[in-house]
């Protein structure tokens, strides 16, 4: 089982920037595809970035431009910095990791993280 954990969640002001970590173990980290993924309060779960074991990346429309998707390899990471944060990025943000290929579907992923709260003020 692979497992993953995230950090570097906290409450921040609109405009503001927050880099979060996925840090993996149990598996070859560099043969998976990572994606992150956040969820709000009644909304559903939805894709956010994702970057393929090659370092190709793939991003949702609403974070285009503004977040960007990275991996280390030799630390068995990846990570997420978030610019101009809005309100409407408030979510808890999950990592996600599948054997490969990025797709932007909740499903097609083996293993989660438990989550990092992300919280935007006006």
């Known amino acids: 089982q692979v497992q993953l954990v995230e950090s570097g969640g906290g409450l921040v002001q609109a405009g503001d920037s927050l880099r979060l970590s996925c840090a993996a173990s149990g598996g070859t980290f560099i043969t998976y595809a990572m994606a992150w993924f956040r969820q709000a309060p009644g909304k559903e779960r939805e894709f956010v970035a994702g970057?393929?074991?090659?370092?190709?990346?793939t991003y949702a429309d609403s974070v285009k431009g503004r977040f960007s998707i990275s991996r280390d390899h030799a630390k068995n990471t990846v990570y997420l910095q978030m610019n101009s944060l809005k309100p409407e990025d408030t979510a808890n943000y999950y990592c996600?990791?599948?054997?490969?290929?990025?797709?932007?579907?909740?499903?097609?992923?083996?293993?989660w993280g438990q989550g990092t709260q992300v919280t935007v003020s006006s």
């Open positions: 970057i393929r074991s090659g370092g190709s990346t």
């Open positions: 996600a990791a599948r054997r490969r290929g990025v797709t932007t579907f909740q499903n097609d992923y083996n293993y």
